[in-house]
C-alpha cells in the first residue's frame, strides 16, 4: 500500500505541478550529462526526486516528453532516446531509468553505434521479466513476460551488461524476481518497493556512489 501511495501521489504531482524540462539544464554545469527514461505510465515528471536531486549534484539532465506515458512498443522507444543524444549531440551520456526505461535504456545502448552512451544505472528494471506479467491482456503490460519476444532478445545480448548498474529494492511487488543482471553491477537495497525506492535517501546516495565510479567494460 504504501508503494502504491508513493505512485499516486507522484502522478498527481507530475500532473498538478509541472515543471519544464529546461530548468534541470543549468548552464555549465560541471558534471556528466543525464538522461532520465521513466518507466510504463510514468511521464519523466514522476523521476522528479532523481531529477531534482542529479541537477543540484551538478549533473545536467536531460529527459525524453516524447515517450508521454511510455507505453509505446520497447524498440521503438529506444530508437527516440537515440534520436535525441544525436539531435542534441550529446556523448558520454550516463541513463538513470526507471522500471521498463532499464529496457529501453539496454536496447538503446546496443543499437548505439556512435558511442553517446557511456553507461546506464537501472532502478528496479525488470530485466528478466516478472511472472505476473504473463497473466495480463493489456499490451503494454505483457512486454514484461518472460516469454515476451523482444525481452528474452534483449536479455540474451550481454555485451554491454558490465556498463549496467542493476539497483532494486528488498521486496518489489512488480517483479518478485528481483533485477539481478547477469554481468552487471548488482545492488540490493534494504528499502522496499518499485516506486517508493525512487525518492528514497538510500537510492539517491547509491546513485551518487555509481555516477561517481569510473567508467567499466
Do not use: C
Request: hydrophobic share 40%; charged share 20%; net charge positive.
Amino acid at each position: 500500500m504504501l508503494d502504491y501511495a508513493y505512485a499516486s501521489y507522484w502522478q498527481v504531482q507530475g500532473f498538478l505541478f509541472r515543471v519544464r524540462p529546461g530548468d534541470y539544464l543549468i548552464e555549465g554545469a560541471p558534471k556528466t550529462p543525464v538522461l532520465l527514461i521513466p518507466g510504463v505510465y510514468e511521464t519523466w515528471q514522476f523521476l522528479r526526486p532523481i531529477a531534482d536531486h542529479l541537477r543540484d549534484a551538478g549533473h545536467p539532465v536531460h529527459v525524453l516528453p516524447t515517450l508521454r506515458r511510455n507505453t509505446g512498443a520497447v524498440p521503438a522507444s529506444a530508437d527516440l532516446v537515440l534520436d535525441r543524444l544525436r539531435a542534441l549531440d550529446l556523448r558520454g551520456v550516463i541513463v538513470v531509468a526507471h522500471s521498463k526505461g532499464g529496457l529501453i535504456g539496454k536496447l538503446a545502448m546496443l543499437r548505439d553505434t556512435d558511442g553517446r552512451i557511456e553507461r546506464m544505472i537501472a532502478v528496479a528494471s525488470p530485466f528478466s521479466g516478472s511472472r505476473y506479467a504473463r497473466y495480463i491482456r493489456v499490451r503494454s503490460l505483457r512486454v514484461f513476460s518472460p516469454n515476451d519476444p523482444t525481452l528474452r532478445e534483449i536479455a540474451a545480448q550481454l555485451e554491454v551488461n558490465a556498463r549496467i548498474t542493476s539497483i532494486w529494492g528488498s521486496f518489489d511487488p512488480h517483479i518478485p524476481g528481483g533485477s539481478h543482471l547477469d554481468g552487471a553491477t548488482n545492488v540490493r537495497l534494504h528499502g522496499a518497493g518499485h516506486f517508493r525506492i525512487i525518492g528514497s535517501r538510500e537510492l539517491l546516495d547509491e546513485l551518487d556512489r555509481s555516477l561517481a565510479a569510473p567508467p567499466t567494460g
